[in-house]
């Protein structure tokens, strides 16, 4: 699979995050924890490869807006689906 996020500025991406009740992105790079840096600004949207449990690298792209798929099976981490996002989506996705 790949999916589709934003680098942060602190340089890891939208699954590296999680949105807190106060609607603040927080880093969970260090196994959950802050990575220590700022996050801030997001960058363009770019394509991220993902792996299956194999280490084989899959081509699927996640759609903007969908759970990813957990080891555990929790659906708490969702690729951003804004308007930039999709739109690379759009372009990258086999036609329908
Ligand atoms: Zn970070
Ligand atoms: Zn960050
Ligand atoms: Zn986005």
């Known amino acids: 699979m790949a999916l589709i996020g934003h680098r942060c500025s602190c340089g890891h991406n939208d699954i590296n ?3 807190d009740a106060d609607g603040k992105r927080a880093c ?3 196994a959950g924890a802050p990575c220590g840096k700022r996050c801030k600004t ?3 949207p770019e394509v991220m490869p993902t792996f299956d449990r194999k280490g084989n690298r899959v081509e699927r ?3 903007p807006g969908e ?3 957990t080891e ?3 659906t708490g981490t969702r690729t951003c689906p804004c308007d930039a996002c999709q739109a690379l989506y759009e372009q990258l996705a086999p036609a329908a």
Do not use: F, Q, Y
């Open 67 to 69: 759970g990813l798929p």
């Open 42 to 44: 997001l960058g363009d």
């Open 61 to 63: 792209i996640i759609p």
């Open 72 to 74: 555990t099976g929790s």
């Open 28 to 30: 969970t790079a260090k």
């Open 17 to 19: 995050h999680a949105t």
